[in-house]
């Protein structure tokens, strides 16, 4: 069923030209060098320090490794980072 509901989603975002990561509730990121890193619809923050960011997502989660990281804002589904950003792993 779950799958007959994915491919429905698919379909309809393509039909209507509705962006996929806003159908099927995907995170976005957006990434400016290795100093900037905007993250979308995330599920909340599980670790932050300095050197790791770890993020909960809808299907999975995402780790960002790097050095004097600094969250410069937090919304409920929208995270910006700044520092140096070294390594991002996504974790299904």
């Given at each position: 069923?779950?799958?007959l509901?994915?491919?429905?989603?698919?379909?309809?975002?393509?039909?209507?030209?509705?962006?996929q990561?806003?159908?099927?509730?995907l995170?976005?990121?957006?990434?400016?060098?290795?100093?900037?890193?905007?993250i979308?619809n995330?599920?909340?923050?599980?670790?932050?320090s300095?050197?790791?960011?770890?993020?909960?997502?809808?299907?999975?989660?995402?780790?960002?490794?790097?050095?004097?990281?600094v969250i410069?804002?937090?919304?409920?589904?929208?995270?910006?980072?700044?520092?140096?950003?070294d390594?991002?792993?996504?974790?299904?």
């Amino acid at each position: 069923m779950r799958s007959l509901t994915r491919k429905w989603n698919q379909f309809t975002a393509k039909l209507l030209d509705v962006p996929q990561d806003v159908v099927l509730d995907l995170p976005r990121f957006t990434m400016i060098g290795n100093m900037q890193l905007y993250i979308e619809n995330h599920r909340g923050v599980l670790h932050f320090s300095s050197e790791l960011l770890r993020l909960a997502l809808s299907k999975g989660k995402l780790e960002v490794h790097g050095k004097e990281l600094v969250i410069r804002a937090i919304l409920s589904e929208e995270v910006f980072i700044e520092g140096v950003i070294d390594e991002i792993k996504f974790i299904p």
